[in-house]
């Protein structure tokens, strides 16, 4: 596999768009849901971030994203739109681990995310990286098609 290049765009670039898309509609065939509602792309934070991945000659493999859980100076991040495209051995991973690096950098020791409890896939790379459940929090207090989890970094 080629090598893979992980850079900070923004969320509204049409790259970042195209991903978020094709992630949008695997969620939908899936659950039921495209997940849009729970990422505003016009948003923007200054500890938030947006990550694209793509290999070596450019095509696009993934994408991830970073945002304050809670208070401005929380130590809490939260993961959104994760998303390896089909085929992309070792984006998710990396991707992963990149966002983690930044939400150290950015000031943050946790990181949090929400997936569907259906979305087994999912759940196993996120337990499989460190990944334990956590209480529900925000929008997913209740709902019973989630699954938190967090990782203390």
């Given at each position: 596999m080629s090598e893979i290049v992980i850079a900070t765009a923004s969320a509204s670039s049409p790259e970042a768009?195209?991903?978020?898309?094709?992630?949008?509609?695997?969620?939908?065939?899936?659950?039921?849901?495209?997940?849009?509602?729970?990422?505003?792309?016009?948003?923007?934070?200054?500890?938030?971030?947006?990550?694209?991945?793509?290999?070596?000659?450019?095509?696009?493999?993934?994408?991830?994203?970073?945002?304050?859980?809670?208070?401005?100076?929380?130590?809490?991040?939260?993961?959104?739109?994760?998303?390896?495209?089909?085929?992309?051995?070792?984006?998710?991973?990396?991707?992963?681990?990149?966002?983690?690096a930044e939400a150290l950098r950015l000031g943050y020791r946790t990181v949090v995310l929400s997936t569907r409890v259906i979305n087994s896939r999912a759940v196993a790379f996120y337990r499989k990286h460190g990944y334990a459940s956590v209480a529900p929090y925000g929008k997913y207090v209740g709902a019973a098609q989630s699954v938190c989890l967090g990782k203390i970094l």
């Amino acid at each position: 596999m080629s090598e893979i290049v992980i850079a900070t765009a923004s969320a509204s670039s049409p790259e970042a768009q195209l991903l978020q898309d094709e992630l949008s509609e695997v969620l939908q065939s899936l659950s039921g849901d495209s997940g849009r509602a729970s990422f505003d792309i016009e948003a923007p934070d200054q500890r938030a971030g947006f990550y694209l991945a793509k290999n070596s000659a450019g095509q696009l493999l993934g994408c991830a994203a970073l945002r304050p859980l809670g208070a401005p100076n929380s130590t809490t991040a939260e993961l959104k739109r994760m998303f390896a495209g089909p085929g992309s051995v070792g984006v998710g991973a990396a991707l992963l681990a990149h966002a983690e690096a930044e939400a150290l950098r950015l000031g943050y020791r946790t990181v949090v995310l929400s997936t569907r409890v259906i979305n087994s896939r999912a759940v196993a790379f996120y337990r499989k990286h460190g990944y334990a459940s956590v209480a529900p929090y925000g929008k997913y207090v209740g709902a019973a098609q989630s699954v938190c989890l967090g990782k203390i970094l």
